[in-house]
């Protein structure tokens, strides 16, 4: 079907940065929006940013100003910019996209299955 791989995660010192990737393959005619969500250890997932077909982008308040999400067509590839990193950054990262698998088909939501981001000095 679909698969949704994320890469980029890993150790980074609070003020760093990272960038994250998240590709996109298998059956896809087309891919609506594109976003992250991260899970901190014992909380609930939450949604971090989003970014839809035409280019727009949300940001959950944590992370506005510091975080950037911007995708690649061509590749269907999402990325999450990430600077001014901070301990409360610290979660798996997931990668969710509304993809239509086939003209007729409907939209259906995937998700990758994460990777961690660890902000420590």
């Known amino acids: 079907q679909v698969q949704l791989v994320e890469s980029g995660g890993g150790l980074v010192q609070p003020g760093g940065s990272l960038t994250l990737s998240c590709a996109a393959s298998g059956r896809i005619f087309s891919i609506n929006a594109m976003g992250w969500y991260r899970q901190a250890p014992g909380k609930q997932r939450e949604w971090v940013a989003t970014?839809?077909?035409?280019?727009?982008?949300k940001y959950a308040d944590s992370v506005k100003g510091r975080f950037t999400i911007s995708r690649d067509h061509a590749k269907n590839t999402v990325y999450l910019q990430m600077n001014s990193l901070k301990p409360e950054d610290t979660a798996v990262y997931y990668c969710n996209a509304q993809i239509q698998n086939s003209f007729h088909g409907y939209e259906n939501d995937y998700w990758g299955r994460g990777t961690q981001v660890t902000v420590s000095s």
């Open positions: 970014i839809t077909s035409s280019g727009s982008t």
